[in-house]
């Protein structure tokens, strides 16, 4: 999320860009049914696909990051778009716009967060039949498939700290791992949850302090944690801001663990210093583990603006690169991939832990403000073959989301699917959700289905599919 693709109005009325253009929250939760399709939908597709993202209700927030969470919904089936909602999460920040978040979310007695208190507006997961919204200060946010609101998911009590908006469902068991982190000791706890949605395991793991922890990441047999130096600071806290900064003084770690291991089964790699908002994925390559990721060379040294600027330094770009740490040796060889900007990483979900081929991503170009006659693209690489990349342009002045991968019924090769995202049309000021074949993904997209309202530029979607 560091450098994005910003839709091409940079600022309007003197108001930041991350409430300025399409990145401006929509206030009107819709419900509008038989959407017009451009193109055909493959009618194996049913289910709902769900994009989430920081819409604040009162119009105004403090930080891109901060906003309340509004989700998006389509559902489709037989070929047919049934209808487009959204819908705030309802949450106590929701409920209490009047109140600062501190003044809910920490419990003065305790000397304790309350988790229940959150946005949720980063991520969805469709997990043991539930749906999430979630954000990683907070307990899960579980919705219906209509897109309301049912309540927080504190896993029968047994979560007792914030949830990752990142868990990973391993692609062949079905098992939910995930973590908290936090501001105040324990800095980071791990979690395991069955693939029925079960909590079975929570351990702590020991770190050099409290740091932001956006991701992490999995293998067949392990869980990766990333330590890198993006550190709360307490007293931008008590000032409001965004209370973390970057500091040359903590290094940059991955941790790898067995699945269901212990702190101290945790071992530690030094990487060069660096941040890393999404993987991509990781698996294991003999006694090597592999890791892909978006990676930053640093953020927020001096304040946590995201660097939107018409004349952006190129090297401050996310750009995908791969870790291998070996098991074995304990070293690590770093590699960029690509020197271009990229974000928003996605995998078949089928492929979570394991040896994936293709890698889907946001183009962010060099992550600047991007002209009116240009539009955004979304990103496949091929990484059996070097890093290879296809785009798909959208056209002049449309701009896509994170791209999701829908798998084809039937597939034979990993890329035989789909790939998902709205995109926002700055021509009519209005928004499609737009799938392409994922194995062609240069050619004129499958189907768009028209959205009556701009959807606003968001964080995290995924496809939900009935089955
Ligand atoms: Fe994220």
Partial sequence: ?????IPDLGTDDGKPWHLSGNNAPVFDELTVTDLEVKGSIPTELQGRYFRNGANPQSGTSDHW??????????????????????RYVRTPMFDNPDKERMELYLDMEKGAFNYEVSVANTSILGHANKIFALEEGSFPYELSRDVETIGYHDYGGKLTTAMTAHPKVCGETGELLMFGYSSLPPYLVYHRVSADGELLQSEEITVGGPTMMHDFTVTRNHSIFLDLPAVFDMEEAMSGGMPIKWSDDYPSRFGVMPRAGKDSDVKWFDVNPCYVFHT???????????????RLREIWRNSSDIAVSSDPNPEDAPMMWEWRLNMETGTV??????????????IPESLVGLRNRYGYCLSTGDGGITSEDEGGATIKYDLANGGASEKHNYPAGHFPGEPSF????????????????FVYAGDTNTSY???????NISANPLAEIHIPQRVPTGFHGTWISDS
């Fill in 406 to 421: 829908v798998p084809a019924e039937g597939a034979v090769n990993e890329d035989d699917g789909y790939i998902m995202t």
């Fill in 433 to 439: 959700l737009s799938i392409l074949d994922a194995s």
């Fill in 65 to 86: 990051f901060v906003g309340d969470g509004m989700i998006h919904g389509v559902e489709l089936s037989n070929g047919k778009a049934n209808w487009y909602r959204n």
């Fill in 1 to 5: 999320m560091a450098t994005t693709e």
């Fill in 280 to 294: 991509l994925n990781s698996y294991e390559d003999g006694d090597e583990i592999v890791v892909n990721g978006c």
């Fill in 333 to 346: 060889s770093e590699r960029q991939i690509d020197d271009r900007g990229s974000e928003f990483p996605k």
